[in-house]
């Protein structure tokens, strides 16, 4: 039955539009073009579907009643960590409360009766219930002997729960074997959805794990160990946690479709359940915290903001819901001077409790709500467990320290993969019950990858170019060595503008003479520049920021074409610097002070070296070509013969609104996820070397991943137009590439159909006979899949050049996992690359060494990176327009533009105008190099 599927998945008619088809999914690449083999051991769990195995869909309500109030759904509420977390396990135990006293809902089986529940509004069971719909309702008190007591932080102890079972509408009845087949196959329209009823049962049954071991929480995808002698102490009130991240997915190997966990070991931080005074302690230097610190206590409002709290059970003497919230912000008051109505926070606590609070002198926390404001002192609550610290509330050494725990070695991340399963008792003799009572069992072994494709080492893998004629191997060290650049650039006026003390101003000069130099042995013409120094005499009113841009236009009517600005690491100019290249329109260099005295005293010759390669590519010249990987006919994809134009893309995304903040916005436009921007990144080789990309950014209302067609249609006009300026040989160019990151796996019918079609029809709208080939080929990083090289009969990371193309890649489109990298720390994350569409028509083989050559194109470094160069380079276009947004705004509040009659939607057009490349005399130059 097995080939019957793979058959008809090989032979589908995928859609009638043919500008919508998915690409027939391609064979490994052809075992003629290895050089060398590899094995792999992946983080890749096979999961088995044993003899005829159902599940059988219910939909769950479950409500909260009490006389003359309407009925309060405990299945939905809030979204933070802190409440969801709560919910799902209150849920939980009153499901199996409902089990108990409905005798398994008529089954008789008790909690011998398999289900999977996932806390919320579904539920699946191993057999089908006698009734469409089944009602129990707990009203008294042994109904809810099982129940934690955080269900009276959702409900009155005086409630009665009612709990609502209904077979579900569509997908009632799952057939678990002829479900895993039938998954294999998919068209554009439910690229997306096709597998989800069957991925999301496996989803669910496979997050019970959580529940039979007890001992972690579930958090979105993944699990976190909740002993406490397992975690680490964070500071500031945080700890971190390890766990394990999973997914599902379906996968062919041998010709079988089947479903396979992907696992990785995780870490997070969190914030530590305890009271809220000992957390605020924790983020004092020394002592109990007190009012005098208000640089301190401006630090706190910012940690804790939005965190959830719950009042302390003690402070209840009977059954009425018990209040949680998130917090709103610390007073400026104490207990002891903050008035509600006619007395103190600390005088109504002691008389409400008959004690005395312990600290009155305190600031308080005020209740994130609508209506009246509410006050609570500080310990009176508890800081609720499982909620994750943002990564923008950590520090450099919290944020340093978790990067430390998450970057480990392959053979140390391997053992912590395959512990974590074991305590999850998904490994083990112990497997939870739940699986087996659906016919599910967890293959006790990580999948291996056998005969992967491997071209390093290789005489021709991608090779580089340079000034001499003669190609080479790239090279894993310092590629260029002595060689001149491929196009060196002359840089006649230019200007360096630095900031030091008086000790530095030797080194500043002998650091440029040495620029010079080693410029002119890559074949660069570098001239003596106009040499300014950062004034320490400010002018009335000036501040540094003020005295920088002075400086700044001091060089520009100097003629200084290019600036190079040296400053200490220290001080967090950069992104001021970065604005003024756009409003002052001079590209600018900014070299750390550090880097400087590196370079002078310390000799630190590779670190001149990547100076010099930023400053040629910025000026218009160009380091290395590189050649791709001769196989097959990859050679129609050599970029040199124009014949390929390659776009790039990411965006950029602001951090969320807080609770007030969409509350505000919900009646204007509940669409919006942020006040800021989402600022698109999009890279094309439009200039005259075709292997060389510059790109821009444009901002658009933060909504979704999603670039709006609009703006993708207008942006690749203007990609047209500089080919046509720059290379008006090549401007009709045969294939049209586009290189998306960024887009999760639901988001892919939202890629092909909106962003690809959008660009399908610019270019129809640019010249209506033109018919380029398109292909898009998505990549990312953003995934949990490990993959360890085993050949030598130890764990480590893949070699570069390293290709897994079967075995554990999609049903259903085309996808392969290319190393092109050579990893610095750590167990190596192997960018996805999944290609729904290949008009092109081209093989595995010739693809991935397209990728590839793509990864050796980064010019700033000679040794690839680990993403294709253009994906690279949108992320970090991306970047700069969303830091240069956050600098125009602080740096220049009143020309924010907003839209009409709304001061809190940015105009997106306006801005972009305001600080976008397109038009200005930078526009094809690699200014973010």
């Not at 999914?25 to 044993?50: C, E, G, M, P, W």
């Not at 002993?227 to 999973?246: E, Y």
């Not at 000992?278 to 109990?288: A, I, Q």
């Not at 926390?365 to 609550?381: I, K, S």
Request: hydrophobic content about 40%; charged content about 25%.
């Amino acid at each position: 039955m097995a080939d019957e599927v793979i058959g008809r998945m090989r032979q589908l008619s995928i859609c009638d539009d043919p500008a919508y088809a998915l690409a027939p999914k391609l064979q490994r690449a052809d075992k003629k073009s290895f050089v060398q083999h590899v094995d792999i051991v992946t983080s890749y769990v096979r999961i088995n579907i044993v003899g005829p195995a159902k599940s059988y869909r219910y939909e769950v309500t479950i409500e909260a009643l009490a006389e003359g109030r309407e009925p309060n759904i405990l299945t939905k509420g809030p979204a933070d960590d802190g409440h969801a977390v709560m919910r799902r396990t209150v849920c939980y135990f009153l499901l199996y409360a409902a089990l108990d006293k409905s005798g398994a809902f008529g089954t008789g089986l008790g909690h011998e009766l398999p289900l999977v529940y996932n806390g919320q509004t579904l539920v699946y069971f191993a057999k089908p219930l006698d009734r469409d719909v089944i009602q129990v309702t707990l009203d008294q008190h042994d109904d809810f002997a099982n129940v934690p007591e955080e269900l009276l932080y959702m409900v009155s102890g005086n409630d009665t729960v009612r709990i609502s079972l209904q077979k579900a509408l569509v997908d009632s009845e799952m057939d678990l074997q002829t479900q895993m087949f039938e998954t294999g196959q998919a068209d554009v329209e439910n690229l997306s959805t096709h597998d989800r009823s069957f991925r999301t049962f496996l989803e669910m049954a496979t997050q019970q794990a959580a529940h039979y071991a007890q001992s972690y929480t579930s958090i979105g995808n993944a699990f976190f160990e909740k002993d406490p002698s397992r975690t680490r102490s964070l500071g500031d009130g945080k700890i971190i946690r390890p766990g394990l991240t999973k997914g599902v997915r379906l996968i062919e190997r041998d010709g079988v479709v089947y479903p396979a966990l992907v696992v990785d070991a995780r870490s997070a931080a969190f914030y530590k359940e305890q009271n809220l005074f000992l957390s605020v302690k924790e983020c004092m230097d020394s002592g109990d915290p007190n009012m005098s610190m208000n640089d301190k206590w401006d630090r706190i409002d910012n940690l804790f903001r939005e965190v959830r709290v719950k009042v302390a059970s003690r402070y209840y003497k009977d059954n009425r819901k018990r209040a949680s919230f998130r917090i709103k912000r610390f007073t400026r008051q104490t207990a002891a001077e903050l008035m509600i109505g006619e007395v103190t926070l600390a005088d109504l606590h002691a008389e409400s409790f008959g004690a005395p609070l312990q600290y009155p002198d305190l600031p308080c926390v005020e209740w994130e709500r609508q209506g009246p404001a509410r006050f609570f002192a500080l310990e009176t609550l508890i800081v609720m467990p499982d909620q994750r610290v943002a990564f923008e509330r950590t520090d450099a050494r919290q944020s340093a320290q978790l990067q430390k725990i998450n970057t480990v070695r392959p053979e140390h991340r391997l053992k912590n993969i395959e512990d974590q399963m074991r305590r999850l008792h998904l490994w083990g003799d112990s497997q939870c019950p739940v699986l087996t009572g659906f016919g599910i069992s967890i293959e006790q072994q990580l999948l291996s990858v056998y005969h992967c494709r491997c071209s390093h080492g290789t005489c021709d893998p991608v090779r580089i170019k340079h000034r001499q004629a003669s190609a080479r191997k790239a090279e894993m060290g310092n590629g260029l060595k002595k060689n001149r650049y491929r196009i060196p650039a002359n840089v006649k006026s230019w200007a360096l503008i630095y900031r030091c003390e008086d000790k530095d101003v030797d080194v500043v000069r002998l650091f440029t003479t040495k620029l010079r130099s080693t410029a002119k042995m890559r074949g660069m013409n570098v001239e003596v520049p106009l040499v300014i120094r950062f004034s320490p005499n400010r002018q009335a009113g000036e501040g540094d920021d003020e005295v920088l841009g002075r400086h700044v236009n001091e060089a520009r009517s100097a003629g200084a074409e290019f600036i190079v600005y040296v400053s200490s690491k220290c001080i967090q100019d950069h992104d001021l610097l970065k604005l003024l290249e756009r409003r002052r329109l001079r590209v600018t260099q900014h070299i750390s002070l550090e880097s400087v005295r590196a370079v002078v005293i310390e000799n630190k010759i590779t670190t001149l070296d990547n100076i010099i390669h930023k400053l040629n590519v910025k000026n218009g010249g160009f380091n290395y070509t590189p050649l791709i990987e001769h196989v097959g006919n990859s050679r129609e994809l050599e970029l040199a013969s124009g014949n390929v134009l390659v776009i790039g893309l990411d965006v950029a995304h602001p951090a969320p609104m807080n609770a007030s903040q969409r509350r505000m916005m919900h009646s204007v436009d509940a669409t919006i996820r942020s006040l800021e921007p989402s600022s698109i990144g999009i890279v094309a080789n439009v200039i005259k070397n075709p292997h060389a990309f510059v790109g821009d950014y444009h901002f658009q209302t933060a909504r979704r991943e999603a670039v709006e067609p609009r703006i993708l249609k207008e942006r690749v006009k203007w990609i047209f137009d500089l080919l046509a300026q720059n290379r008006p040989e090549h401007q009709r160019p045969k294939h049209v590439v586009y290189l998306r990151d960024g887009v999760s796996e639901g988001q892919y019918t939202m890629t092909i159909r909106d962003e690809l079609g959008a660009i399908r029809e610019a270019v129809r709208e640019i010249d209506p006979k033109y018919r380029p080939k398109f292909a898009l080929i998505i990549v990312t990083k953003r995934h949990n899949k490990r993959f360890f090289d085993s050949s030598k009969g130890v764990v480590g990371n893949p070699l570069p050049g390293t290709v897994v193309d079967h075995s554990v890649v999609r049903t259903d489109i085309t996808e392969f996992f290319l190393q092109s990298h050579i990893p610095i720390l750590g167990t190596v994350k192997i960018p996805q690359y999944d290609i729904p569409v290949n008009e092109g028509g081209f093989f595995m083989d010739e693809l991935q060494a397209f990728a590839n050559c793509l990864c050796h194109s980064h010019q700033i470094i000679c040794t690839p990176v680990s993403l294709p160069e253009p994906v690279y380079a949108a992320h970090e276009v991306a970047k700069r327009g969303h830091n240069n947004f956050l600098e125009f705004r602080r740096s220049h509040p009143e020309m924010v533009p907003y839209v009409d009659g709304n001061v809190n939607i940015i105009d997106c057009e306006e801005v972009t105008a305001k600080l976008a490349y397109r038009g200005t005399p930078l526009e094809a130059i690699r200014f973010n190099a």
